[in-house]
C-alpha cells in the first residue's frame, strides 16, 4: 500500500496536463480566489443594472415634484436630485449606458487590434514596415491629449464616445497579436496551408484568431475597467454622456457643486462607489484571466 502512494500522487499531475488548454486554464481560473470575489462582486451589479426596469418603479428621468434634493426615504431609497429625479434609476440606468458604452468599444478595439496585428504578421515585411510605424505614430501620441481633442470634434453622446474610446485602445494589443503571430507563422501547419494556397482570410481566422484567443480575452477584460473609466472621465468633464442622459461619470459632475457635495451625498456618493466596485471587480477578473491562461502556471 505504501508503494502505491508515489504512483497516486504522479497520477495527478499526469490526468491534468491530459485535459484540453481551456480545461486547464478554467481551472486555474476557478482556485483563484481574487478573481472569484471580482465574480461575486460584478455578478450583482450586471443584474441589477440589466433587471431595474422590472423591479423598480422609477425610471431615470421621472420627476417627482414633491422631492427634491430629498434624502434616502422609503420610496426612494437613494433619494432624489434637484429636479426630483430618482437617483436610485439615474444610478442604474448610468451603470447600463457605462457598460453599453465599454463593451462596444472594447470590441471594436479587439477587431482593429487584431486585424491590425494579423496583417502585420502576415502580410510580408514591407507591409509589416508600414503598418508597425503606422501603430509606433499612434502610440507616441499623448492618450489624454489626444482624447480630449477627439471628444471636442466629436461632440458629446453616446456613439462619439465609443468612437473616441475605441481609437484609443487598439495600438497595444495590435503589436501583441503581431508578437504571437511572428512565432506561429513559422510553424509547419501555417508554413503547409501556404504552400497549398491557403488566402490571407483562411491565415487569419483559422489560424491566427485561435491561436491569439488567450491575448483578446486577456486584454479584452483588463481593457473594459479602463473604457468604463475613460468614459466616466469624458462625461465628468462634460464631453461624454450629457444630461438629461445618464452615466456614472456626469452623476459625478454633481459633486463640482460644494452645496450637493458638502448637503447631498447621496446624490454623487452611489456613482463614485458603483464606479470603483466595478472597475475593481473587473480588474479581478482580467488578472485571474491572465494567470489562468499563462501555460508556466502549471509548473509552478
Do not use: C
Not at 459632475?253 to 475593481?280: D, F, K, N, Y
Request: proline share 6%; no cysteine.
Amino acid at each position: 500500500m505504501i508503494a502505491d502512494a508515489p504512483i497516486a500522487a504522479s497520477a495527478a499531475p499526469l490526468q491534468s496536463l491530459s485535459r484540453s488548454p481551456l480545461q486547464r486554464a478554467l481551472g486555474r481560473f476557478f482556485r483563484n480566489r481574487v478573481a472569484i470575489a471580482g465574480l461575486l462582486i460584478l455578478a450583482p451589479v450586471l443584474l441589477a443594472v440589466l433587471t431595474y426596469p422590472l423591479w423598480w418603479r422609477y425610471a431615470p428621468n421621472s420627476i417627482d415634484l414633491r422631492a427634491l434634493n430629498s434624502g434616502p426615504t422609503a420610496s426612494h431609497w437613494l433619494g432624489t436630485d434637484g429636479v426630483g429625479r430618482d437617483t436610485l434609476a439615474r444610478l442604474l440606468q448610468g451603470g447600463r449606458i457605462s457598460l453599453l458604452i465599454a463593451s462596444v468599444s472594447v470590441a471594436i478595439s479587439l477587431m482593429i487590434g487584431f486585424v491590425v496585428g494579423a496583417l502585420a504578421a502576415f502580410g510580408g515585411r514591407a507591409v509589416d514596415n508600414a503598418i508597425m510605424r503606422f501603430v509606433d505614430l499612434a502610440m507616441t501620441l499623448p492618450p489624454v491629449i489626444l482624447l480630449l481633442v477627439l471628444a471636442s470634434i466629436t461632440g458629446p453622446g453616446i456613439l462619439p464616445t465609443i468612437f473616441v474610446i475605441s481609437l484609443l485602445s487598439w495600438p497595444v494589443l495590435s503589436r501583441m497579436v503581431r508578437a504571437r503571430l511572428l512565432e506561429l507563422r513559422e510553424r509547419d501547419f501555417v508554413v503547409a496551408s501556404r504552400g497549398f494556397g491557403a488566402g490571407l482570410g483562411h491565415l487569419l481566422f483559422r489560424h491566427a484568431l485561435p491561436n491569439s484567443l488567450d491575448i483578446l480575452v486577456v486584454y479584452a477584460s483588463l481593457q473594459f475597467a479602463n473604457a468604463i473609466l475613460l468614459e466616466a472621465g469624458l462625461s465628468f468633464l462634460g464631453m461624454g454622456i450629457v444630461p438629461p442622459e445618464a452615466s456614472w461619470g456626469n452623476m459625478l459632475r454633481a459633486a463640482r457643486s460644494t452645496v450637493v457635495l458638502e448637503l447631498h451625498p447621496t446624490q454623487w456618493m452611489p456613482a463614485g462607489a458603483a464606479l470603483v466596485a466595478t472597475v475593481l471587480a473587473i480588474n479581478f477578473i482580467g488578472d485571474g484571466l491572465r494567470d489562468a491562461f499563462d501555460p508556466r502556471t502549471d509548473l509552478k
